[in-house]
């Protein structure tokens, strides 16, 4: 993979595509910046007085060669907490594994109706903390940009996660991605993975691109992702 290449593709087709900002039911904050040493302090002051007006929680999505380079003490010095720190990986998806077996009495379910829906809610409820309902609203409004699955085991939900398409671009992108504690290690996130990763070959797409925790990178750089940044959200309270 040329690193700089897809690197590049990706902030022109997708980091850039919606403008600075992005405010969606259950999450806000700014997703890019053209800035320098001139104009940076401006605009984190700016942004923290529009979303203090909004009355919201919000966070700025920090890339690890964003520029000013000192953003991030900029950010800290501005009030901001940062949040532990994601690698930006992305995969061909034709050099992926698109098949992957599950345990026995294991099988993913497409996020379809209610019933699926409260099912990745709580999934994700556990393993991540916090409400997930507005995942699970967006999950049932709208399955052409995007789709949830569920992994079904002795007749509960035991892991969940969901792929994004986004169409007019190179790219889909995979989110969440979590087991149960007592399911792990039994390969629900590798067939999660390939499941997802057939269904965006299926639809054109060339690249899959994940904000990967520590935990999740190194299971994804050996399926065949690529390390090209990292990223890390810094919250305002």
Known sequence: MDRDYVLAEFERQIRRADGEVLIEDGWAGV???????????????AHVKRFAELGRAWEWKHYSYDKPADLADRLRAAGFTAEPTEAL??????????????????????????????????????????????????????????IGFVVVADGAPVSGARVEFHHGTDFASLWGGGTLPAWRGRGLFKALVAH?????????????????SDDSSPILQRLGFVQLATTTPFTHP
Not at 123 to 141: P, T, W, Y
């Open 31 to 45: 997703v890019a910046s053209d800035l320098d040493e001139s104009t940076a302090d401006e605009a984190i002051a």
């Open 89 to 146: 990986l992305v995969a061909v998806i034709d050099e992926l594994p698109t098949d992957a077996a599950l345990p026995p009495g294991a099988e993913i379910v497409p996020v379809a109706d209610e019933e699926t829906a409260e099912m990745f809610v709580k999934v994700h409820n556990e393993v991540f903390d916090g409400d997930h309902s507005a995942v699970g609203r967006k999950l049932l409004a709208d399955r052409v940009n995007q």
């Open 196 to 212: 997802r990763a057939k269904l965006a070959r299926a639809k054109g797409f060339r690249y899959l691109q994940v904000d990967a």
